[in-house]
């Protein structure tokens, strides 16, 4: 079977003339838990942004599940689901009414139990009525998962889910990742904690200066940089 997601030869030059991608190659197996590691501005985000189809890349490719998408935006799209960094959602709208939202917005029909099942996957069914200002910092970034899994994605994209969480958030956000994997779905998430790559990914790709450098196996992660050199060089 072919890889889920194939990127090839990715450049993304900005249109101040800043190269955030300089020839990106990665294949994403399917099932597989992917950490994107690297510093602020390495182009982490620039790079999920581009397979998510928000912007558009200079020069390569990406393929969903055998679509281009720039070419077949509409189906690969829907192929992926997407935790954002920023909590953008309407602070004045209930738990369920932004999840059962995002799932019209993909034209998917309602669908209640649906719905239902993911809000208690995410410990959030007790808070369904709840407005999203009335929620602590933790339970909204599980509302963007909830949000983003809602049209039954493939795939989910996670950009820095545990920045600013405090350890125990982080741990309980670890295991929401790794349920979700059990149940087939593919993860790419980013973090600038090397301790996150090594607990929750199968792969880490270490992204620095718009190149990437894919690592097989974690083991592989200490073996190359060395816990102390990675701190300093990521940190
Ligand atoms: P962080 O960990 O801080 O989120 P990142 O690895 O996700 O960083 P990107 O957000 O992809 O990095 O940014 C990569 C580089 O591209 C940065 O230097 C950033 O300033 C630049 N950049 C991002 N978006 C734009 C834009 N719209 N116009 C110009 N430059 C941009």
Not at 100 to 109: A, L
Request: aromatic share 6%; hydrophobic share 40%; net charge positive.
């Amino acid at each position: 079977m072919p890889p889920i997601i194939s990127v090839q030869q990715l450049t993304k030059t900005y249109g101040n003339g800043f190269e955030a991608l300089k020839g990106v190659d990665l294949d994403i197996e399917r099932g597989e838990i992917l950490a994107l590691l690297g510093p602020n501005g390495a182009g982490k985000t620039t790079l999920i942004s581009i397979v998510c189809g928000i912007v558009n890349p200079t020069g390569g490719k990406v393929l969903v599940d055998g679509h281009d998408v720039v070419k077949d935006f509409r189906r690969t799209r829907s192929l992926i689901g997407l935790v954002p960094q920023e909590l953008t959602t309407d602070q004045f709208e209930t738990v369920w009414n932004t999840v059962s939202f995002s799932r019209g917005v993909y034209g998917k029909k309602p669908n209640p139990a649906l719905i239902e099942k993911i809000l208690r996957e995410l410990s959030l069914w007790k808070k369904k009525d709840n407005m999203l200002r009335e929620l602590s910092g933790g339970m909204k970034r599980r509302v963007l998962i909830a949000k983003a899994l809602s049209h039954e994605p493939e795939v989910l994209f996670l950009d820095e889910p545990t920045a600013g969480v405090d350890v125990s958030l982080r741990r309980d956000m670890w295991e929401v990742v790794k349920r979700l994997r059990e149940e087939g779905v593919t993860i790419i998430l980013t973090t600038h904690y090397i301790e996150e790559a090594e607990e929750i990914a199968d792969r880490v790709g270490v992204i620095n200066g718009g190149k990437l450098l894919l690592l097989q196996e974690k083991t592989a992660l200490m073996k190359q940089f060395g816990r102390k050199q990675l701190k300093l060089d990521l940190t």
